[in-house]
């Protein structure tokens, strides 16, 4: 049984590790925690179900199973397309509210629009779609066992993924001219700029890259459980939880964090009633706040 | 100096424009030529060096690089027209390595041209070249200031203009910086630096500027400007120079 | 008539009641800056704490003291104190940001704990027979909502009046002072984490009392009375008022209220039964629309902050 916690824990893990590399880069780089990202995962989610209802329209066999595996070449399409979509959405949000409050307002100001923002988001994804759960295929798929835990071969496909996309983006931060930009304005924005560096193009960056892994992180989120409107919302916690404790503007932190608070979200349910297992992050949160707030790999102010 | 790279004249500018801290002042600085602006605290010495950097809003006057007006130019975009600004304090990015840094000088270049660059910064900062994949916040004080040199000059540029290059290090780095920059106006490029160090800046300096309350106050050769008395007054400290208005409650 | 008067009396209510929570959240936000996203939940433990203080007593659920509605109150907003003490030491002496996540943290934590401690809170049925303090002295349920609407204005009152001297006294200038200029405040001596949390807690325990009074005038408490929406809802009335101005955060709560229940009436005669979830997603789009255009177009609400503050002029 503990086994199959663990597994399950590194599964939703790795969800949480993907939204909240995101977010952590908009709190290090745009610097204001967006309340707003976990909506762009439930964006992602429901655009990617709406194209994957287009291609299935078009063809029907582009929804037939890849091999083990639960879904077809329809998801695969329509979620590279939900990740575009999701960029252009975060773009033009940053276009119509944030950017216009950047600067002149009050930081924190910012933190309170990308609150009305996720509540609009939210509330229009309940209206085009009601409250219902959806699912992206109703292929039943049979669990593999591997030692002592039964995983879904879509389970494997969502941490081998995960994984590429780490390194991708690892291999961008560190290689890419606008990686090391993006490092770069993170740590001194000022510096950069007289540098040479044209910060609103990072900013834009920063949207597209946090946007994309949202949806994704959405879209996978939708394949191993289900969409549901309120599927940021639930996921707000989990995911300041994962960039708190990785220390915020660490992509590394923001994956291990995102493992611990999956980690700790699914073993609690061995020692404390389930109905609180979406207490877990904020306990996280809190305990990291008390003991070390410059996370698991900040560096001590 | 009527071939002057860089001539400002009459720059209002300051933070909030009801309220500037420069008020007209002008400067002037030719190729090969090293020039100091020393003034006591307050006077607006960085203001000017942050106004002609893109940093501080000018809202009159103007600023001239070989003719061409670059008052209020976005700071990004100064590099690629050959102007390097390197501020006071935090001038390096810690987090990042040294060759990351460098890379960061390349911001302006494009893609190409910047390995060559590297090796040149290399070659006149060998002890970057030993730390190239450092992170530069383990380095020295006098190391960090070379980085943040070298990472100023990948561009190439025209016109340098340094925050206080010598504060916070000791005697004998503080005069190793000075002869570099000494050694940047040899090779042509035009250096404009604030310093509190007003001696030692101007034994490497062919000019100085006297800035008192946002205005010129004097102007000269260095050496001239450091034998004068009243210089000494104004801003060496001999005898209370200026009165500011003492520090007012947090709530009024 | 009667009936058009019953309703503002209930209208009324209601809406002062969400205004004393909004006095709370224009201490934390308007005078000290602080970011409360958890409004809702310090409102549910006010709330709680009352229904457990004063309710009747039954069996299988703690409480039911049956004590007087006044300790009702008073127990709600220490406890509502209590419960922003645990977050504010936590979090103040960091960046701001973290209060936010905190207090978001903090209100759906006890959501779950309003839903699942059976023992405490009576679970999804939650507690009920809670007696209303004006239903002894008052006969029908016109004169009792009268009177009821006699004791929120009075609570509303205190907390107006207790608000604007305190914002005015020395404690009161420094908060500002914090919020304009850390670094000047602590420079002449004050402790800006201390100040920034006695006026968290304190605006925390005003929110609990309109938990308080809340629950003393529908008579039960569940956990669906405090949800998440209920921090946009205060939130939206401070921003349309204007925050840090008392007289402000009144009037965008009675009008944040009017439109609401305009809005939900209209709605509910627009959309089919059917669609419930649907309608009340679009009442909480329009108040979403309202809070971002208020943000972007008139930042300062109806009624802007006084200016008491000299102007910092920043090197």
Do not use: C
């Not at chain 1, 700029?193 to 939708?222: E, F, K, M, N, P």
């Not at chain 1, 394949?223 to 939880?241: D, H, K, M, N, Y």
């Not at chain 3, 969400?18 to 433990?45: E, P, S, Y």
């Not at chain 3, 944040?256 to 789009?285: C, E, H, R, Y």
């Amino acid at each position: 049984m503990f086994l199959q916690h663990v597994a399950d824990g590194i599964l939703s893990g790795a969800i949480i590790s993907l939204g909240a590399i995101g977010l952590t880069l908009t709190m290090r780089i745009l610097r204001f925690a967006n309340f707003a990202h976990s909506e762009l995962l439930t964006w992602g989610a429901y655009s990617a179900l709406v194209f994957v209802g287009f291609f299935m329209a078009m063809d029907e066999a582009l929804g037939g199973p890849i091999g083990p595996l639960s879904f077809g070449w329809a998801l695969v399409a329509a979620a590279v397309l939900a990740g575009g979509l999701t960029a252009a959405v975060a773009l033009l949000l940053d276009r119509v509210v944030f950017a216009r409050l950047r600067g002149h307002a009050g930081h924190m100001t910012l933190v309170f629009a990308s609150f009305g923002v996720a509540l609009l988001v939210r509330n229009v994804i309940l209206m085009g779609f009601g409250p219902d759960p959806f699912y992206y295929s109703n292929e039943l798929q049979i669990a593999v066992r591997v030692g002592a835990v039964r995983v879904m071969p879509d389970q494997i496909f969502v941490l081998g993924l995960t994984a590429v996309l780490v390194v991708l983006l690892h291999l961008f931060m560190t290689r890419s001219r606008t990686g090391v930009h993006m490092r770069a304005v993170a740590e001194n924005p000022s510096l950069a700029r007289t540098s040479g560096v044209d910060v609103d193009a990072i900013v834009r960056w920063t949207w597209v890259i946090g946007a994309t892994g949202a949806a994704v992180a959405g879209v996978l989120y939708g394949l191993t459980v289900q969409l549901r409107p309120e599927l940021g919302f639930s996921l707000i916690l989990p995911l300041f939880a994962a960039a708190i404790l990785g220390g915020t503007g660490s992509l590394y932190g923001a994956v291990i964090g995102g493992l611990v608070v999956g980690l700790s979200e699914n073993l609690s349910v061995m020692v404390i009633p389930s109905g609180y297992k979406p207490a877990v992050p904020f306990l996280l949160i809190l305990a990291i706040l008390y003991f070390r707030p410059q996370g698991l790999f900040g560096e001590p102010r | 100096m009527s071939g002057a790279l860089l001539r400002a004249e009459g720059v209002v500018a300051g933070y909030r424009p009801d309220s500037p801290i420069l008020h007209g002042v002008s400067a002037e600085v030719g190729r090969g030529e090293v020039v100091t602006i020393i003034g006591p605290n307050g006077a607006g010495k960085s203001t000017l060096v942050k106004a002609i950097a893109g940093l501080v809003a000018v809202s009159d006057g103007s600023i001239r690089l070989a003719g061409n007006e670059i008052a209020n130019t976005p700071a990004h975009r100064l590099p690629a027209r050959g102007v390097a600004y390197v501020p006071q304090t935090d001038n390096v990015f810690g987090t990042l390595t040294v060759h990351e840094n460098l890379r960061l000088g390349a911001a302006p270049l494009p893609r190409r041209a910047a390995a060559r660059r590297f090796d040149a910064a290399y070659a006149a900062f060998p002890v970057l070249g030993e730390r190239r994949d450092r992170k530069a916040h383990v380095l020295s004080g006098g190391q960090r200031q070379m980085l943040a040199l070298a990472r100023a000059l990948v561009p190439e540029p025209e016109l340098i203009l340094l925050d206080e290059p010598t504060a916070g290090l000791a005697p004998r780095v503080a005069a190793e910086v000075l002869a570099l920059v000494r050694g940047l106006a040899a090779r042509g490029v035009a250096v404009l630096m604030v310093e509190q160090n007003a001696r030692a800046a101007l034994g490497v300096s062919d000019r100085g500027y006297v800035l008192v309350e946002g205005r010129n106050r004097l102007e000269g050769r260095a050496a001239e400007i450091a034998a004068n008395a009243d210089l000494g007054a104004v801003f060496l400290g001999r005898r209370p120079p200026v009165r500011r208005p003492a520090p007012r409650a947090g709530a009024g | 008539m009667t009936g058009v008067f019953s309703y503002l009396v209930f209208f009324l209510v209601i809406a002062l009641i969400l205004g004393v929570a909004v006095l709370g959240l224009n201490l934390q936000w308007g005078f000290t800056g602080l970011f409360n996203a958890g409004v809702a939940g310090f409102m549910a433990v006010g709330g709680y704490a009352a229904a457990i203080l004063i309710g009747p007593s039954r069996d299988a659920v703690a409480g039911g003291f049956e004590l007087p509605f006044v300790v009702g109150l008073a127990g709600a907003m220490a406890a509502a104190g209590a419960a922003a003490a645990v977050v504010g030491v936590a979090t103040l002496r960091l960046r701001e940001e973290y209060l936010a996540v905190a207090t978001f943290g903090i209100a759906i934590s006890i959501q779950l704990v309003a839903l699942n401690w059976e023992y405490l809170t009576g679970g999804t049925l939650g507690l009920i027979g809670i007696p209303n303090p004006a239903a002894q002295l008052a006969d029908g349920p016109l004169a009792r909502n009268v009177l009821y609407l006699g004791i929120v204005l009075a609570a509303a009152g205190l907390a107006y009046a207790g608000l604007g001297r305190i914002v005015q006294s020395p404690w009161g200038r420094t908060l500002k002072a914090i919020r304009e200029d850390e670094t000047a405040a602590a420079s002449l001596g004050k402790n800006p984490v201390r100040l920034r949390l006695e006026a968290f807690v304190l605006g925390s325990a005003i929110m609990g009392l309109a938990g308080g009074l809340y629950v003393g005038f529908i008579g039960y408490v569940s956990p669906f009375d405090f949800q998440p929406i209920l921090t946009f809802q205060i939130w939206t009335m401070l921003i349309v008022g204007g925050s840090a101005n008392n007289r402000g955060a009144l009037l965008g709560a009675v009008l944040v209220w009017a439109i609401w229940t305009t809005s939900g009436f209209i709605v509910s005669k627009v959309v089919p039964p059917d669609l419930q979830a649907q309608s009340g997603a679009l009442q909480a789009v329009l108040i979403g629309l309202l809070l971002v255009a208020m943000l972007l177009f008139r930042p300062r609400g109806l009624i802007g902050e006084e200016e008491h503050v000299s102007r910092h002029v920043r090197p």
